[in-house]
């Protein structure tokens, strides 16, 4: 075989590494471990083409640069240090405001085993018998979704619901984090504009909620209509048939544990408390 000319050996390196770049386009790859993560949701509510509909998002295993945010006091004293690790630590290509708030628990629990474990050690006050206190140990590993009625959820974040007792008929989405950023910054301008005058004592929260919640009231979308709606026509009665019916088409994580008395031997299923040590263990 004749020598090659350094004009035709050039030419072969291109081509290799023209190939080479084709092979891997579209593909990343990274120098940490990640891992999948099943979202509640299956991304069945998310609109077509969106990076979470397969149900997953990737995320990275945290490093020394997620603990300086954790224990930065600034983004501790603005409420947002833990927003800012679980961004930090999504591989997936997301809008962080799209994601809705049970994948977003489901997400918290994930960052929180991938980064310190599954075993969280907490201190709690006995139920059934007041004033003892006992140490528990959850494993957040062993954590479920909620149940759902996925015949009542489509591929659509838009679900009708008939009120019992009004008979009227309103069209509401489950929220997304981006919504709960809004309903924080709407119920914290209503508490200073209350204080202005002289009005105190009012929590703003629920009805609130309910006006970024309802996308439209007997048809109409129109946000005057919803919020009037909402202050003075959505009966008390009604309130409580329309939570149940969020709950059956809201998935989550089921962040409740059983309880198991030391000293009476009892068991009672309650709220996993999110302590300090949820992600600062040894605090």
Do not use: C
């Not at 004009?7 to 990640?34: H, L, W």
């Not at 008939?162 to 508490?191: N, Q, W, Y």
């Not at 088409?249 to 009476?264: G, N």
Request: hydrophobic share 40%; aromatic share 8%.
């Amino acid at each position: 075989m004749a020598n090659k000319t350094d004009a035709q050996i050039k030419e072969q390196v291109i081509a290799k590494s023209i190939n080479e770049i084709k092979e891997t386009a579209g593909k990343t790859t990274y120098k940490f471990p990640t891992e999948l993560v099943d979202l509640p949701s299956k991304g069945k509510l998310y609109p077509e083409g969106h990076p979470l509909v397969s149900g997953q998002i990737e995320m990275k295993y945290m490093t020394a640069r997620e603990e300086d945010i954790l224990t930065s006091q600034n983004l501790i004293q603005k409420g947002v240090v833990l927003d800012r690790l679980l961004q930090a630590l999504i591989i997936t290509p997301v809008n962080y405001d799209d994601i809705l708030i049970g994948d977003k628990n489901a997400i918290m629990v994930a960052a929180r085993v991938m980064g310190y474990g599954a075993e969280y050690k907490v201190e709690l006050e006995d139920p059934f018998t007041p004033g003892e206190k006992q140490s528990t140990s959850i494993d957040l590993q062993a954590l479920e979704d909620t149940d759902v009625d996925w015949d009542e959820i489509g591929t659509e974040n838009a679900f009708e619901f008939t009120l019992p007792t009004s008979k009227r008929t309103i069209t509401f989405k489950i929220l997304t984090h981006g919504d709960e950023g809004k309903i924080t910054e709407e119920v914290k301008a209503l508490k200073k504009n209350f204080r202005t005058r002289g009005i105190a004592g009012v929590d703003t929260q629920l009805s609130t909620r309910l006006k970024h919640m309802i996308i439209a009231v007997d048809g109409d979308s129109t946000p005057k209509v919803i919020r009037d709606f909402v202050d003075n026509e959505f009966l008390s009665r009604d309130t409580i048939s329309f939570r149940a019916q969020i709950a059956k088409v809201s998935p989550d994580i089921d962040m409740t544990f059983t309880f198991i008395s030391d000293i009476t031997g009892q068991e009672k299923d309650i709220a996993i408390p999110l302590g300090v040590n949820f992600f600062w263990p040894g605090v």
